[in-house]
Nanobody
Framework: QVQLVESGGGLVQAGGSLRLSCAASGRTFRNNAMAWFRQAPGKEREFVAT????????YSTDSVKGRFTIARDNAKNTVYLQMNSLKPEDTAVYYC?????????????????WGQGTQVTVSS
């Protein structure tokens, strides 16, 4: 059974940092694109960042560029999202996602596996 389990969310003040982790089990994703999405209350799920199989190619949405960094450790079957200079508008449930193959994508429907999400709340 494939599982993606997110951790690292929490409550932080504006300007602070958090590091989200997504640990995969049940199969290896070392050859697969992975991504982070988020969903704020009353809003649709939106793309945050994506990374290719070896970490050599990444892409993030404009609103987080320069503040968030996606990375992966294939030996640990884990993907990370380092979030710095957090803003109240970053408040959302953050979801990890994995494709069954490459390439990386910004579209949620391209991803085959999803985690349960982790809450990130940024206070002003």
């Amino acid at each position: 059974q494939v599982q993606l389990v997110e951790s690292g969310g929490g409550l932080v003040q504006a300007g602070g940092s958090l590091r989200l982790s997504c640990a995969a089990s049940g199969r290896t994703f070392r050859n697969n694109a992975m991504a982070w999405f988020r969903q704020a209350p009353g809003k649709e799920r939106e793309f945050v960042a994506t990374i290719n199989w070896n970490g050599g190619s990444t892409y993030s949405t404009d609103s987080v560029k320069g503040r968030f960094t996606i990375a992966r450790d294939n030996a640990k079957n884990t993907v990370y999202l380092q979030m710095n200079s957090l803003k109240p508008e970053d408040t959302a449930v953050y979801y990890c996602a994995a494709r069954a193959w490459e390439p990386r994508s910004t579209r949620a429907y391209d991803y085959d596996y999803w985690g349960q999400g982790t809450q990130v709340t940024v206070s002003s």
